[in-house]
């Protein structure tokens, strides 16, 4: 196949709205939705006569992201106006940062199916968001919603470094977990919280040099994202094998045909006539003040997985599940202090709690059985007083309705504690056996794997309440006769 020779090769330019309260450069509100043109004033409305002011959350976030990605930070850095004439840019230029963006370089690692990859940044700026140009309410108007103009994004600018739309995928969701966990974006894509620009070119396999690129913009979700460039590649790989040139474009996908198709030339050919912005000063900041952010940063996913594999012995598998959220993290790290073996502590969390976050579309804060508790009802198992398989069906339901009940008391109220007290077990196993004197005879006659129909006659005569040690170790003296 002509298209297994080539390879492509992407870079992205990802936007990510920061979790603020108020916008970067005046204090309306920055949060998402609101009725239309209600988050706005003389500022972002940009009147005439107004003067930006910087907003230092903004800052900070910045340098927190950058920080968490190994950039280097410019302790001066400075803001540039980006010129173009949009009827949602009522200023007529976006601020942004052209020359001395505030971090540089940096990188993320991705671990993919049996590979790992290094994705390296090339900068991170700051700059504003723009309005809204709704073109589907009216059907002789297209309206404009400035509440989201001059709300403050984060532009990622990564080199080439991708190779192919799951790599995509995956930094993009690295990217947004990243984000949650420093608590500067929640990533959503949905509402716009996180876009990107994918340019993608492709090349000969083995090839060191690079193709001609087009770039697709404003991709708002992953599926997107990784259905533009399965046909941008093959369209590029047609083209070139056909004898013709990649000419560089600014792209449009539309989800619905799956299809890439180039801009107007009215919305890509911009000259942008970048100049600093006189209504801004230099931000400065000191080392200090950056070490205290870096001093600041929570755990971050990379080393709390790292942590939960080689501290608490989890598989690669569940430790990835244990950190796609802060929360969840947080949680188990509290659970695992107490309980009495990190395993068990893992399988109580993926298989009961988040379960229960996702139905009662909670956070696992909220949840309303206390960590001491919860270590006790994981005692119970651990010592065999209750089944695993009781106590996930049965007692842990329970214990979510009394949360501040005993996990013990409840068990012995629900009457599910286990029992090897041998005469309970004697007349169970003599019962079963009395009531199978064929499996009896087939099993003597050499058919040891019978043992488990024994053991699963018994478990389900004494309700699971049955040890299934003690039990094991009877049945099989039983049978031996
Ligand atoms: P420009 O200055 O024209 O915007 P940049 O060098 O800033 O171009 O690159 C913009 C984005 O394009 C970056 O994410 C970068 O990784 C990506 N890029 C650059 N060259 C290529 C290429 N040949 N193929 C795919 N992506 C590329
Ligand atoms: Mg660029």
Redesign the pocket.
Known sequence: MKYDSYEP?????IHLQLATQSKAFCGDDASFGGEPNTHVSAISLGHPGTLPRLNEKQVEYAVRLGLALGSRINLRNTFDRKNYFYTDLPKGYQITQDRLPVCVGGSMDLQMEGYRRTVRL?HIHMEEDAGKSIHDLSPNHSMIDLNRAGVPLLEI????DLRSGEEVDAFMTAMRQLARYLGISDGNMQEGSMRCDV???VRKKGDTG????C?IKNVNSMRFARQAIEFEVKRQVDLIESGHEIVRSTLNFNPTTGVTSPMRDKESAHDYRYFPDPDLPPVVFTQQWVDEVLAQLPPLPKALFERFVKEFGLSEYDANLLTQERGTADFFIKLVEKAPNPKGAANLAINKILPWAAETGSGLESFPVAVGQLAEYLQLIEEGKVSASIANQRLFPELVKFPSASPLELAQSLNLLQSSDSGFLEKIVDEVLAANPDKVAEYRKGKKGLIGFFMGEVMKKSQGKAEPKATNELVAKKLAG
């Open positions: 090769v992407i870079g992205l330019e090339h600018v990564t080199e080439p340019n993608v070119s690079f193709g001609e690129r770039e």
